[in-house]
């Protein structure tokens, strides 16, 4: 089965640093989104694209955070300088349109201490 | 996106089948509703999705009422490999927007 990759896994970070998280969707999917879950909020949506263009990105806070589509097989989620509120995992997903699925990447366990 | 309503928890026994209700009152003529399941520690899967016609895969069933405003996602052999949150979104656009779902318990 095809899959949605994301690395790092985990990645443990000081107040402050920049972290970078990668995703590849699954090729030919050409929306993508970065999800971001909490026990507090649950899932919540950050941003999506379609074809590479930014569609929304509401549910990020701007000042900290950015997501960007450099190419059809690269999806990066940033945030400097990170807080320990962004501790959470980050979940990036993929599919074609709400007429079919969409599949989910393993995520990002982020920590920031 | 237009709101889904689901119980907080349900529970089943294995090897029996689950129906999981999901309410949708104010769907919309072009609202798709999907199902995804989240089990512990993973990634939320897509489990089926429909728009008016009853669904059916390898995995479950979908049972959509005449009038759309309700649903019910249909296990029919519960496994222990079934205990996870169970969510039922409707789609307008193209994003999803996660609710609480409902924590499905399977005992043996």
């Known amino acids: 089965d095809a899959r949605v990759t994301q690395t790092p896994r985990h990645k443990v970070t000081e107040m402050g640093q920049e972290v970078t998280m990668r995703c590849q969707p699954i090729?030919?999917?050409?929306?993508v989104f970065w999800y971001r879950q909490t026990m507090m909020q649950g899932l919540e949506l950050l941003a999506y694209?379609?074809?590479?263009?930014?569609?929304?990105d509401s549910g990020m806070p701007k000042d900290r955070f950015s997501a960007e589509m450099p190419d059809a097989t690269l999806a990066t989620l940033k945030i400097q300088p990170s807080e320990p509120r962004d501790s959470a995992v980050y979940f990036c997903a993929s599919g074609l349109d709400r007429a079919g699925g969409y599949t989910f990447g393993s995520g990002t366990r982020l920590t920031v201490v | 996106d237009a709101k889904t309503t689901q119980p907080n928890s349900m529970e089943s026994n294995e090897e029996e089948p689950v129906h999981l209700p999901c309410n949708h009152s104010t769907i919309s003529g072009t609202d798709y509703i999907h199902w995804y399941r989240q089990l512990p520690s993973q990634g939320p899967e897509y489990v089926i999705h429909?728009?008016?016609s009853n669904v059916n895969n390898r995995m479950a069933s979908l049972a959509i009422a005449e009038d759309r405003k309700s649903s019910t996602l249909i296990l029919h052999r519960a496994t222990l490999r079934d205990a996870a949150v169970y969510y039922c979104?409707?789609?307008?656009?193209?994003?999803?927007?996660f609710g609480k779902g409902t924590s499905l318990l399977v005992t043996p």
């Open positions: 979104i409707l789609i307008t656009g193209y994003a999803l927007n």
């Open positions: 429909g728009l008016t």
């Open positions: 090729l030919g999917h050409n929306t």
């Open positions: 694209f379609r074809n590479r263009a930014p569609l929304d």
